[in-house]
Protein backbone atom coordinates (compact mmCIF):
# COMPACT_ATOMS: atom_id res chain seq x y z
CA UNK A 1 0.00 0.00 0.00
CA UNK A 2 1.88 3.33 -1.17
CA UNK A 3 1.69 6.30 0.79
CA UNK A 4 -0.78 8.22 -2.32
CA UNK A 5 -2.91 6.28 -2.28
CA UNK A 6 -6.32 8.17 -4.01
CA UNK A 7 -9.87 7.22 -3.09
CA UNK A 8 -11.76 7.75 -5.60
CA UNK A 9 -15.56 9.03 -4.83
CA UNK A 10 -18.47 7.10 -5.15
CA UNK A 11 -20.05 8.04 -8.05
CA UNK A 12 -23.67 9.17 -8.09
CA UNK A 13 -26.34 6.60 -9.13
CA UNK A 14 -27.72 7.18 -12.51
CA UNK A 15 -31.25 8.80 -12.83
CA UNK A 16 -33.64 5.51 -12.91
CA UNK A 17 -35.23 5.36 -16.31
CA UNK A 18 -39.14 4.82 -15.89
CA UNK A 19 -40.72 1.58 -17.78
CA UNK A 20 -43.64 0.70 -19.66
CA UNK A 21 -45.85 0.60 -16.20
CA UNK A 22 -45.21 4.36 -15.77
CA UNK A 23 -45.76 5.02 -19.45
CA UNK A 24 -48.86 3.50 -19.16
CA UNK A 25 -49.28 5.16 -15.98
CA UNK A 26 -48.92 8.68 -17.55
CA UNK A 27 -52.03 8.05 -19.82
CA UNK A 28 -53.99 7.71 -16.96
CA UNK A 29 -52.95 10.49 -15.09
CA UNK A 30 -53.49 12.85 -18.06
CA UNK A 31 -57.25 11.44 -17.90
CA UNK A 32 -58.18 13.88 -15.04
CA UNK A 33 -56.55 16.42 -16.46
CA UNK A 34 -58.24 16.13 -19.94
CA UNK A 35 -61.20 16.12 -18.21
CA UNK A 36 -60.81 19.24 -15.48
CA UNK A 37 -59.78 21.49 -19.01
CA UNK A 38 -62.83 20.39 -20.41
CA UNK A 39 -65.20 21.16 -17.52
CA UNK A 40 -64.06 24.69 -17.61
CA UNK A 41 -65.15 25.14 -20.85
CA UNK A 42 -68.29 23.22 -20.66
CA UNK A 43 -70.33 24.97 -18.56
CA UNK A 44 -70.16 28.46 -20.44
CA UNK A 45 -71.80 26.68 -23.15
CA UNK A 46 -74.89 25.30 -20.64
CA UNK A 47 -75.55 28.18 -18.95
CA UNK A 48 -78.34 29.68 -21.80
CA UNK A 49 -80.24 26.19 -20.98
CA UNK A 50 -79.29 26.37 -17.09
CA UNK A 51 -80.76 29.38 -16.52
CA UNK A 52 -83.88 28.68 -18.26
CA UNK A 53 -84.23 25.77 -16.11
CA UNK A 54 -83.55 26.61 -13.05
CA UNK A 55 -84.01 30.97 -13.10
CA UNK A 56 -80.73 31.58 -11.12
CA UNK A 57 -80.88 35.16 -10.04
CA UNK A 58 -77.78 37.12 -11.33
CA UNK A 59 -75.95 36.95 -8.20
CA UNK A 60 -77.00 32.70 -8.27
CA UNK A 61 -75.48 32.69 -11.79
CA UNK A 62 -72.47 34.16 -10.81
CA UNK A 63 -71.56 31.72 -7.93
CA UNK A 64 -72.62 28.89 -10.22
CA UNK A 65 -69.28 29.78 -12.53
CA UNK A 66 -66.87 31.12 -9.65
CA UNK A 67 -67.31 28.82 -6.68
CA UNK A 68 -65.63 26.18 -8.55
CA UNK A 69 -62.46 28.12 -9.08
CA UNK A 70 -62.96 29.74 -5.36
CA UNK A 71 -62.40 25.93 -4.18
CA UNK A 72 -59.76 25.05 -6.62
CA UNK A 73 -57.41 27.75 -5.52
CA UNK A 74 -58.05 27.66 -1.86
CA UNK A 75 -57.65 23.99 -1.00
CA UNK A 76 -54.83 23.03 -3.28
CA UNK A 77 -51.79 23.78 -1.11
CA UNK A 78 -53.91 21.95 1.30
CA UNK A 79 -54.69 19.23 -0.49
CA UNK A 80 -50.80 18.50 -1.69
CA UNK A 81 -50.18 18.89 1.70
CA UNK A 82 -52.05 15.48 2.22
CA UNK A 83 -51.08 13.80 -0.65
CA UNK A 84 -47.58 14.18 0.48
CA UNK A 85 -48.90 13.26 3.90
CA UNK A 86 -51.55 10.10 3.50
CA UNK A 87 -50.03 9.14 -0.22
CA UNK A 88 -50.59 10.65 -3.61
CA UNK A 89 -52.72 7.88 -5.27
CA UNK A 90 -54.67 7.31 -2.20
CA UNK A 91 -55.43 11.30 -2.75
CA UNK A 92 -55.82 10.56 -5.95
CA UNK A 93 -58.24 7.90 -5.61
CA UNK A 94 -60.34 9.96 -2.86
CA UNK A 95 -60.71 12.71 -5.49
CA UNK A 96 -61.68 10.87 -8.53
CA UNK A 97 -64.25 9.24 -6.37
CA UNK A 98 -65.71 12.64 -4.91
CA UNK A 99 -65.54 14.55 -8.37
CA UNK A 100 -67.03 11.51 -9.92
CA UNK A 101 -70.04 12.10 -7.23
CA UNK A 102 -70.31 15.90 -7.47
CA UNK A 103 -70.52 15.62 -11.32
CA UNK A 104 -73.88 13.40 -10.33
CA UNK A 105 -75.19 15.97 -7.86
CA UNK A 106 -74.38 18.89 -10.67
CA UNK A 107 -75.96 16.77 -13.28
CA UNK A 108 -79.73 16.54 -11.70
CA UNK A 109 -79.50 19.32 -9.38
CA UNK A 110 -83.14 20.34 -9.21
CA UNK A 111 -82.44 23.66 -7.27
CA UNK A 112 -79.86 26.37 -8.24
CA UNK A 113 -78.42 25.89 -4.07
CA UNK A 114 -77.67 22.19 -4.96
CA UNK A 115 -75.65 23.01 -8.09
CA UNK A 116 -74.39 25.53 -6.26
CA UNK A 117 -73.14 23.43 -3.66
CA UNK A 118 -72.22 20.69 -6.00
CA UNK A 119 -70.33 22.86 -8.21
CA UNK A 120 -68.37 23.79 -4.62
CA UNK A 121 -67.59 20.21 -4.27
CA UNK A 122 -66.57 19.50 -7.45
CA UNK A 123 -63.92 22.73 -6.49
CA UNK A 124 -62.65 20.63 -3.19
CA UNK A 125 -62.34 17.10 -5.63
CA UNK A 126 -60.90 19.24 -8.54
CA UNK A 127 -58.30 20.99 -5.88
CA UNK A 128 -56.93 16.87 -5.36
CA UNK A 129 -56.49 16.46 -8.91
CA UNK A 130 -54.21 18.51 -10.24
CA UNK A 131 -51.39 18.31 -7.63
CA UNK A 132 -51.86 14.55 -7.08
CA UNK A 133 -51.35 13.96 -10.67
CA UNK A 134 -48.50 16.01 -11.27
CA UNK A 135 -46.53 15.04 -8.07
CA UNK A 136 -47.15 11.53 -9.26
CA UNK A 137 -45.15 12.53 -12.22
CA UNK A 138 -42.36 14.00 -10.48
CA UNK A 139 -42.25 10.56 -8.67
CA UNK A 140 -42.55 8.15 -11.37
CA UNK A 141 -40.17 10.00 -14.08
CA UNK A 142 -36.59 10.08 -12.07
CA UNK A 143 -34.92 10.75 -15.37
CA UNK A 144 -34.93 14.66 -16.22
CA UNK A 145 -35.28 14.14 -20.00
CA UNK A 146 -38.10 11.37 -19.50
CA UNK A 147 -39.69 13.93 -16.79
CA UNK A 148 -39.73 16.59 -19.51
CA UNK A 149 -41.41 14.18 -21.83
CA UNK A 150 -44.18 13.29 -19.09
CA UNK A 151 -44.87 16.86 -17.98
CA UNK A 152 -44.89 17.18 -22.13
CA UNK A 153 -48.01 15.10 -22.05
CA UNK A 154 -49.81 16.16 -18.97
CA UNK A 155 -49.93 19.80 -19.99
CA UNK A 156 -50.72 18.84 -23.81
CA UNK A 157 -53.69 16.44 -22.27
CA UNK A 158 -54.65 19.87 -20.44
CA UNK A 159 -54.72 21.93 -24.05
CA UNK A 160 -56.63 19.44 -26.13
CA UNK A 161 -59.21 18.93 -23.26
CA UNK A 162 -59.85 22.47 -23.22
CA UNK A 163 -59.99 22.20 -27.54
CA UNK A 164 -62.80 19.40 -27.07
CA UNK A 165 -64.59 21.03 -24.40
CA UNK A 166 -66.84 23.14 -26.15
CA UNK A 167 -67.22 20.85 -29.23
CA UNK A 168 -68.10 17.16 -26.89
CA UNK A 169 -70.48 20.32 -24.62
CA UNK A 170 -72.15 21.19 -27.71
CA UNK A 171 -73.19 18.28 -28.94
CA UNK A 172 -74.42 16.92 -25.27
CA UNK A 173 -76.56 20.14 -25.21
CA UNK A 174 -77.80 19.53 -29.14
CA UNK A 175 -79.21 15.82 -27.96
CA UNK A 176 -79.65 16.17 -24.29
CA UNK A 177 -80.57 18.67 -20.95
CA UNK A 178 -77.99 20.75 -19.65
CA UNK A 179 -76.97 18.54 -16.86
CA UNK A 180 -75.46 16.48 -19.52
CA UNK A 181 -72.16 18.19 -19.64
CA UNK A 182 -71.26 17.00 -16.43
CA UNK A 183 -72.03 13.21 -16.54
CA UNK A 184 -68.75 13.53 -18.93
CA UNK A 185 -66.83 13.08 -16.00
CA UNK A 186 -67.81 9.96 -14.98
CA UNK A 187 -66.97 7.21 -16.86
CA UNK A 188 -63.53 8.90 -17.17
CA UNK A 189 -63.37 8.80 -12.62
CA UNK A 190 -64.54 5.11 -13.11
CA UNK A 191 -61.78 4.12 -15.73
CA UNK A 192 -59.74 6.21 -13.16
CA UNK A 193 -60.69 4.48 -10.11
CA UNK A 194 -60.33 0.38 -12.00
CA UNK A 195 -56.98 1.68 -13.32
CA UNK A 196 -55.14 4.01 -10.79
CA UNK A 197 -54.27 1.23 -8.46
CA UNK A 198 -52.71 -1.39 -10.41
CA UNK A 199 -50.61 0.74 -12.53
CA UNK A 200 -49.81 3.97 -10.58
CA UNK A 201 -47.38 3.79 -7.75
CA UNK A 202 -47.66 5.14 -4.18
CA UNK A 203 -45.64 7.78 -3.04
CA UNK A 204 -45.82 9.61 0.45
CA UNK A 205 -43.82 12.19 2.60
CA UNK A 206 -43.22 9.58 6.08
CA UNK A 207 -41.72 12.54 7.53
CA UNK A 208 -45.10 14.28 7.62
CA UNK A 209 -46.88 13.40 10.43
CA UNK A 210 -50.12 15.27 10.95
CA UNK A 211 -51.51 18.77 9.55
CA UNK A 212 -51.62 21.65 11.76
CA UNK A 213 -55.25 22.61 11.84
CA UNK A 214 -55.09 26.74 12.54
CA UNK A 215 -52.44 26.62 9.33
CA UNK A 216 -55.21 24.69 7.00
CA UNK A 217 -57.90 27.52 8.20
CA UNK A 218 -56.12 30.42 7.65
CA UNK A 219 -54.08 29.29 4.61
CA UNK A 220 -57.85 28.53 3.46
CA UNK A 221 -59.22 31.97 4.44
CA UNK A 222 -56.63 34.09 3.12
CA UNK A 223 -56.00 32.60 -0.43
CA UNK A 224 -59.81 32.55 -0.63
CA UNK A 225 -60.63 36.21 0.43
CA UNK A 226 -57.50 37.31 -2.14
CA UNK A 227 -59.08 35.47 -5.13
CA UNK A 228 -62.54 36.78 -3.98
CA UNK A 229 -60.56 40.58 -4.37
CA UNK A 230 -59.20 39.78 -7.41
CA UNK A 231 -62.26 38.30 -9.29
CA UNK A 232 -64.55 40.92 -8.02
CA UNK A 233 -62.03 43.56 -9.19
CA UNK A 234 -62.35 42.08 -12.78
CA UNK A 235 -65.85 42.28 -12.58
CA UNK A 236 -65.72 45.63 -11.10
CA UNK A 237 -67.71 45.13 -7.83
CA UNK A 238 -67.79 47.45 -4.52
CA UNK A 239 -64.45 49.29 -4.20
CA UNK A 240 -65.22 48.95 -0.12
CA UNK A 241 -66.13 44.90 -0.51
CA UNK A 242 -62.88 44.22 -2.65
CA UNK A 243 -60.61 46.71 -0.15
CA UNK A 244 -61.70 44.73 3.26
CA UNK A 245 -61.38 41.27 1.36
CA UNK A 246 -57.99 41.97 0.22
CA UNK A 247 -56.63 43.93 3.28
CA UNK A 248 -58.37 40.75 5.32
CA UNK A 249 -56.78 38.15 3.45
CA UNK A 250 -53.27 39.76 3.32
CA UNK A 251 -53.74 40.46 7.36
CA UNK A 252 -54.11 36.27 7.28
CA UNK A 253 -51.78 35.61 4.47
CA UNK A 254 -49.23 37.39 6.87
CA UNK A 255 -49.87 35.10 10.65
CA UNK A 256 -50.06 32.14 8.53
CA UNK A 257 -46.49 32.74 6.96
CA UNK A 258 -45.05 33.79 10.60
CA UNK A 259 -47.10 30.43 11.82
CA UNK A 260 -44.97 28.35 9.24
CA UNK A 261 -41.77 29.73 10.57
CA UNK A 262 -42.19 28.52 13.90
CA UNK A 263 -43.69 25.50 13.07
CA UNK A 264 -41.35 22.20 13.21
CA UNK A 265 -43.62 20.06 10.28
CA UNK A 266 -45.54 23.72 8.54
CA UNK A 267 -48.10 23.26 6.04
CA UNK A 268 -46.08 25.31 3.29
CA UNK A 269 -42.33 24.98 3.48
CA UNK A 270 -40.77 27.95 3.17
CA UNK A 271 -36.83 26.91 2.90
CA UNK A 272 -38.58 25.77 -0.34
CA UNK A 273 -38.20 29.48 -1.77
CA UNK A 274 -34.63 29.71 -0.47
CA UNK A 275 -33.91 27.31 -3.85
CA UNK A 276 -33.15 29.70 -6.28
CA UNK A 277 -34.51 27.48 -8.93
CA UNK A 278 -37.92 26.83 -7.66
CA UNK A 279 -38.52 30.58 -7.03
CA UNK A 280 -37.33 31.82 -10.29
CA UNK A 281 -39.26 29.21 -12.19
CA UNK A 282 -42.57 30.15 -9.96
CA UNK A 283 -42.12 33.78 -10.52
CA UNK A 284 -41.94 33.35 -14.20
CA UNK A 285 -44.76 30.93 -14.42
CA UNK A 286 -47.01 33.30 -11.72
CA UNK A 287 -45.81 36.13 -13.90
CA UNK A 288 -46.12 34.80 -17.34
CA UNK A 289 -49.87 33.72 -17.05
CA UNK A 290 -50.48 36.74 -14.97
CA UNK A 291 -49.08 39.18 -17.99
CA UNK A 292 -51.64 37.47 -20.72
CA UNK A 293 -54.90 36.17 -18.80
CA UNK A 294 -55.94 40.06 -19.18
CA UNK A 295 -55.20 40.49 -22.80
CA UNK A 296 -56.95 36.71 -23.66
CA UNK A 297 -59.69 37.91 -21.25
CA UNK A 298 -60.50 41.09 -23.90
CA UNK A 299 -60.00 39.65 -26.87
CA UNK A 300 -62.71 37.03 -26.51
CA UNK A 301 -65.01 40.57 -26.16
CA UNK A 302 -62.80 42.24 -28.84
CA UNK A 303 -63.85 39.37 -31.30
CA UNK A 304 -67.50 39.35 -30.42
CA UNK A 305 -68.46 42.72 -29.27
CA UNK A 306 -65.93 44.91 -31.73
CA UNK A 307 -65.77 42.81 -34.75
CA UNK A 308 -69.35 41.28 -34.68
CA UNK A 309 -68.69 37.58 -34.63
CA UNK A 310 -70.75 34.88 -33.08
CA UNK A 311 -69.51 32.68 -30.35
CA UNK A 312 -69.50 29.69 -32.99
CA UNK A 313 -67.11 32.27 -35.23
CA UNK A 314 -64.91 33.49 -32.99
CA UNK A 315 -64.44 29.47 -31.50
CA UNK A 316 -63.59 28.67 -34.92
CA UNK A 317 -61.06 31.73 -35.47
CA UNK A 318 -59.28 30.69 -33.13
CA UNK A 319 -59.24 27.61 -33.75
CA UNK A 320 -55.67 27.70 -35.63
CA UNK A 321 -54.15 29.17 -31.99
CA UNK A 322 -55.89 26.07 -30.11
CA UNK A 323 -54.24 23.51 -31.91
CA UNK A 324 -51.05 25.43 -32.56
CA UNK A 325 -50.17 24.63 -29.24
CA UNK A 326 -50.66 20.87 -28.64
CA UNK A 327 -48.28 21.07 -32.07
CA UNK A 328 -45.44 22.82 -30.30
CA UNK A 329 -45.82 21.21 -26.84
CA UNK A 330 -44.43 17.80 -28.94
CA UNK A 331 -41.28 19.49 -29.79
CA UNK A 332 -40.25 21.35 -26.68
CA UNK A 333 -38.77 17.58 -24.77
CA UNK A 334 -36.37 17.77 -27.92
CA UNK A 335 -36.05 21.46 -28.13
CA UNK A 336 -34.79 21.26 -24.17
CA UNK A 337 -32.40 18.72 -25.07
CA UNK A 338 -30.45 21.11 -27.54
CA UNK A 339 -31.25 24.45 -25.48
CA UNK A 340 -30.95 25.61 -21.86
CA UNK A 341 -34.42 25.79 -20.64
CA UNK A 342 -33.85 29.83 -19.24
CA UNK A 343 -33.06 30.09 -22.91
CA UNK A 344 -35.94 28.31 -23.95
CA UNK A 345 -38.68 30.04 -21.36
CA UNK A 346 -37.07 33.45 -22.29
CA UNK A 347 -37.53 32.93 -25.93
CA UNK A 348 -41.25 31.63 -25.29
CA UNK A 349 -41.27 34.85 -23.30
CA UNK A 350 -40.45 37.32 -25.66
CA UNK A 351 -42.53 35.79 -28.36
CA UNK A 352 -45.61 36.25 -26.15
CA UNK A 353 -44.19 39.42 -25.61
CA UNK A 354 -44.47 40.11 -29.50
CA UNK A 355 -47.99 38.58 -29.93
CA UNK A 356 -49.02 40.93 -27.45
CA UNK A 357 -47.59 44.06 -28.85
CA UNK A 358 -49.66 42.78 -32.06
CA UNK A 359 -52.98 43.12 -30.18
CA UNK A 360 -51.80 47.17 -29.62
CA UNK A 361 -51.71 47.31 -32.82
CA UNK A 362 -55.24 46.20 -33.61
CA UNK A 363 -56.72 49.42 -34.56
CA UNK A 364 -54.28 49.93 -37.21
CA UNK A 365 -54.74 46.92 -39.11
CA UNK A 366 -56.96 44.17 -40.56
CA UNK A 367 -58.53 43.39 -36.74
CA UNK A 368 -59.08 40.08 -37.39
CA UNK A 369 -56.15 38.89 -39.19
CA UNK A 370 -54.01 40.59 -35.79
CA UNK A 371 -56.33 38.44 -33.84
CA UNK A 372 -55.86 35.52 -35.30
CA UNK A 373 -51.69 35.80 -36.38
CA UNK A 374 -51.08 37.00 -32.54
CA UNK A 375 -52.86 34.47 -30.91
CA UNK A 376 -51.66 31.53 -32.53
CA UNK A 377 -47.92 33.08 -32.07
CA UNK A 378 -48.84 33.56 -28.41
CA UNK A 379 -49.70 29.74 -28.04
CA UNK A 380 -46.48 28.81 -29.60
CA UNK A 381 -44.63 31.03 -27.15
CA UNK A 382 -46.05 30.01 -24.16
CA UNK A 383 -46.29 26.53 -24.44
CA UNK A 384 -42.69 25.65 -23.71
CA UNK A 385 -43.20 28.03 -20.88
CA UNK A 386 -46.05 26.26 -19.08
CA UNK A 387 -44.26 22.79 -19.81
CA UNK A 388 -40.56 23.73 -18.86
CA UNK A 389 -41.92 26.20 -16.05
CA UNK A 390 -43.70 23.47 -14.49
CA UNK A 391 -41.09 21.08 -15.10
CA UNK A 392 -38.55 22.73 -13.15
CA UNK A 393 -40.72 23.85 -10.11
CA UNK A 394 -41.49 20.40 -9.78
CA UNK A 395 -37.97 19.11 -10.37
CA UNK A 396 -36.24 21.97 -8.21
CA UNK A 397 -38.26 20.55 -5.13
CA UNK A 398 -37.24 17.37 -3.31
CA UNK A 399 -39.63 13.92 -4.41
CA UNK A 400 -41.02 13.99 -1.08
CA UNK A 401 -42.22 17.51 -1.04
CA UNK A 402 -43.62 16.84 -4.36
CA UNK A 403 -47.25 17.43 -3.47
CA UNK A 404 -46.85 20.64 -1.70
CA UNK A 405 -44.54 22.07 -4.56
CA UNK A 406 -47.35 20.51 -7.20
CA UNK A 407 -49.95 22.27 -5.14
CA UNK A 408 -47.81 25.89 -5.14
CA UNK A 409 -47.07 25.65 -8.60
CA UNK A 410 -50.95 25.55 -9.09
CA UNK A 411 -51.75 27.79 -6.63
CA UNK A 412 -49.78 30.35 -8.29
CA UNK A 413 -50.56 29.94 -12.04
CA UNK A 414 -54.27 30.61 -10.36
CA UNK A 415 -53.79 33.81 -8.89
CA UNK A 416 -51.58 35.08 -11.72
CA UNK A 417 -54.58 34.61 -14.28
CA UNK A 418 -57.02 36.56 -11.59
CA UNK A 419 -54.65 39.20 -11.01
CA UNK A 420 -54.07 39.52 -15.10
CA UNK A 421 -57.62 39.54 -15.55
CA UNK A 422 -58.42 42.39 -13.09
CA UNK A 423 -55.42 44.57 -13.17
CA UNK A 424 -55.48 44.82 -16.97
CA UNK A 425 -59.47 43.99 -17.25
CA UNK A 426 -59.59 47.63 -14.86
CA UNK A 427 -57.55 49.43 -16.79
CA UNK A 428 -58.95 48.92 -19.77
CA UNK A 429 -62.34 49.52 -18.44
CA UNK A 430 -61.31 52.75 -17.26
CA UNK A 431 -60.19 53.81 -20.59
CA UNK A 432 -63.19 52.56 -21.73
CA UNK A 433 -65.43 54.73 -19.88
CA UNK A 434 -63.09 58.00 -20.68
CA UNK A 435 -62.91 57.26 -24.50
CA UNK A 436 -66.67 56.52 -24.41
CA UNK A 437 -67.23 59.65 -22.45
CA UNK A 438 -65.19 61.74 -25.21
CA UNK A 439 -65.92 60.14 -28.66
CA UNK A 440 -69.86 59.74 -28.16
CA UNK A 441 -72.21 62.36 -29.87
CA UNK A 442 -73.63 65.32 -27.10
CA UNK A 443 -76.62 65.25 -28.86
CA UNK A 444 -77.34 61.20 -27.45
CA UNK A 445 -79.19 61.49 -24.32
CA UNK A 446 -77.67 60.82 -21.07
CA UNK A 447 -80.04 57.84 -20.07
CA UNK A 448 -78.87 56.26 -23.12
CA UNK A 449 -75.24 57.38 -22.44
CA UNK A 450 -74.55 56.07 -18.59
CA UNK A 451 -75.86 52.72 -19.36
CA UNK A 452 -73.73 52.57 -22.45
CA UNK A 453 -70.67 53.48 -20.40
CA UNK A 454 -70.30 50.64 -18.20
CA UNK A 455 -69.26 47.82 -20.50
CA UNK A 456 -69.31 47.12 -24.04
CA UNK A 457 -71.85 44.51 -23.62
CA UNK A 458 -73.88 47.39 -22.22
CA UNK A 459 -73.41 49.59 -25.06
CA UNK A 460 -74.52 46.94 -27.61
CA UNK A 461 -77.78 46.43 -25.77
CA UNK A 462 -78.49 50.17 -26.14
CA UNK A 463 -77.65 50.57 -29.17
CA UNK A 464 -80.21 47.47 -30.37
CA UNK A 465 -82.58 49.66 -28.52
CA UNK A 466 -81.93 53.04 -29.36
CA UNK A 467 -82.81 54.96 -32.83
CA UNK A 468 -80.87 54.10 -35.87
CA UNK A 469 -78.61 57.19 -35.68
CA UNK A 470 -78.35 57.34 -31.76
CA UNK A 471 -77.51 53.45 -31.87
CA UNK A 472 -74.96 53.61 -34.70
CA UNK A 473 -73.31 56.54 -32.84
CA UNK A 474 -73.16 54.57 -29.06
CA UNK A 475 -71.67 51.23 -31.05
CA UNK A 476 -69.17 52.94 -32.43
CA UNK A 477 -67.93 54.89 -29.90
CA UNK A 478 -68.22 52.23 -27.53
CA UNK A 479 -66.17 50.06 -30.09
CA UNK A 480 -63.63 52.77 -30.85
CA UNK A 481 -63.23 53.02 -26.43
CA UNK A 482 -63.07 49.19 -25.92
CA UNK A 483 -59.97 48.97 -28.49
CA UNK A 484 -58.27 51.98 -27.17
CA UNK A 485 -58.75 49.87 -23.62
CA UNK A 486 -57.31 46.86 -25.48
CA UNK A 487 -54.36 48.29 -26.87
CA UNK A 488 -53.06 49.89 -23.96
CA UNK A 489 -53.49 47.10 -21.83
CA UNK A 490 -52.00 44.66 -24.43
CA UNK A 491 -48.88 46.92 -24.82
CA UNK A 492 -48.72 46.92 -20.64
CA UNK A 493 -48.90 43.20 -20.87
CA UNK A 494 -46.44 43.15 -23.67
CA UNK A 495 -43.98 45.04 -21.62
CA UNK A 496 -44.40 42.66 -18.31
CA UNK A 497 -43.73 39.74 -20.66
CA UNK A 498 -40.54 41.14 -21.97
CA UNK A 499 -39.54 41.48 -18.70
CA UNK A 500 -40.21 38.69 -16.98
CA UNK A 501 -38.45 36.80 -20.04
CA UNK A 502 -35.44 38.83 -19.49
CA UNK A 503 -35.78 37.68 -15.46
CA UNK A 504 -36.02 33.96 -16.38
CA UNK A 505 -32.83 34.56 -18.60
CA UNK A 506 -30.99 35.32 -16.01
CA UNK A 507 -32.14 33.77 -12.58
CA UNK A 508 -33.72 30.42 -14.16
CA UNK A 509 -31.42 27.08 -14.38
CA UNK A 510 -29.90 26.09 -17.39
CA UNK A 511 -30.23 22.64 -16.81
CA UNK A 512 -33.27 20.89 -15.43
CA UNK A 513 -31.53 18.69 -12.57
CA UNK A 514 -33.77 16.36 -9.72
CA UNK A 515 -33.82 18.04 -6.08
CA UNK A 516 -30.04 17.02 -4.74
CA UNK A 517 -28.35 16.54 -7.93
CA UNK A 518 -25.49 18.13 -7.65
CA UNK A 519 -24.52 21.04 -9.50
CA UNK A 520 -21.99 21.36 -12.17
CA UNK A 521 -18.89 23.20 -10.84
CA UNK A 522 -19.04 25.94 -13.75
CA UNK A 523 -22.57 26.94 -12.71
CA UNK A 524 -23.66 30.14 -12.67
CA UNK A 525 -25.61 32.68 -10.79
CA UNK A 526 -28.98 30.96 -12.53
CA UNK A 527 -27.23 27.82 -11.64
CA UNK A 528 -27.24 27.67 -8.13
CA UNK A 529 -26.93 24.42 -6.34
CA UNK A 530 -29.61 22.98 -6.87
CA UNK A 531 -28.64 20.78 -3.62
CA UNK A 532 -29.93 23.68 -1.54
CA UNK A 533 -33.38 22.11 -2.57
CA UNK A 534 -32.25 19.38 0.28
CA UNK A 535 -32.98 22.59 2.82
CA UNK A 536 -35.93 21.29 3.00
CA UNK A 537 -35.43 17.63 3.77
Do not use: C
Request: glycine share 10%; aromatic share 8%.
Amino acid sequence: MTGHETINPTPRALPRRATKREWIGLGVLALPTLLLAMDMTVLHLAVPSLSAALEPSSSQLLWIVDIYGFMIAGFLIIMGNIGDWIGRRKLLMIGAAAFGFASVLAAFAPTTEMLIAARALLGVAGATLMPSTLSLIRNMFDDPAQRTTAVTVWMTSFMIGAIIGPLVGGVMLVWFWWGSVFLLAVPVMLLLLIAGPVLLPEFRNDEKSRLDPPSVVMALAAILLLVFALKEAAKYGSIWQIGAAALTGLAIGTLFVRRQIRLEDPLLDLKLFRNTGFTASLASLSLAVFAISGAMFLIYQYLQGVLGLSPLEAGLWLLPSSLAGPLVAFAVPALSQRIAPNRLIAAGLATGAVSLFLFAMLGQFNGLAMVVGGMTLLSIGMTPVGILGTDLIISSAPAKQAGAASAISETGTELGMALGIALFGSLATAIYKTGFASGVGADIPAALTDRASETLGAAIAVAAQAEAGAGTAILQAARDAFTSGLQISALGAAIVSAGVALMALRYLPKTIRTAGEQAPDSAGPAEASADAIDLAS
